[in-house]
């Protein structure tokens, strides 16, 4: 059994999960090829029984690299598993979630694999005053962060919202569905 797990990032946080999510497979003698989007061009997935494909939201956008490689690899994917998941602040709050899950997953994979993915991740994101950000985004982080100094919460120190637990179950699913074909 051999995982290809393919994530685009822009500040390391979807990088984190995929790596996570390797180390949990390969705790379950998975083994696993962890690759970052922008490094791959016309990359055989011929050996790879499943392909997670993980993305970083930022402005309601997968990044391109990762999205460009569901669209590269449309027909090849249809013959093999296929996960995908997000990292996003939809998923920070459980009111989001719903949104959430239907414009970052449910709709990119209707439009870019032919089959449905045999599972979907949402997880939360983190939240770091110090990253470095374009004018749109900075625009909307001043709306963002009052609201969240309204909660109480000290927006001048990293915030990770991500559920590790949750990722690492979700690796684990993966992991117990690849065993069970």
Not at 112 to 135: C, I, Q
Request: proline share 2%.
């Amino acid at each position: 059994m051999k995982v290809l797990i393919v994530y685009g990032t822009r500040y390391g946080t979807a990088t984190e999960i995929s790596e996570e999510i390797a180390r949990v497979m390969e705790s379950e003698e998975i083994e696993v090829d962890v690759k970052d989007a922008r490094s791959l061009k016309h990359f055989d997935i011929s050996p790879y029984q499943l392909v997670v494909v993980g993305s970083g939201i930022k402005m309601g956008k997968w990044t391109k690299k990762s999205l460009n490689f569901l669209k590269e690899n449309k027909e090849a994917l249809a013959s093999r598993d296929v996960a995908i998941f997000v990292t996003c602040g939809a998923a920070n709050e459980e009111k989001n979630r719903a949104e959430g899950q239907e414009k970052y997953l449910d709709q990119v994979a209707a439009t870019n694999l032919v089959n449905e993915p045999v599972t979907t991740g949402l997880f939360g994101s983190k939240y770091d005053p110090d990253a470095k950000h374009g004018l749109m985004y900075n625009f909307t982080m001043k709306f963002i962060k009052k609201d969240l100094e309204k909660h109480g919460i000290d927006t001048s120190k990293p915030i990770d919202y991500r559920n590790w637990d949750e990722i690492r179950a979700w690796a684990r699913g993966l992991a117990e569905s690849l065993k069970n074909e």
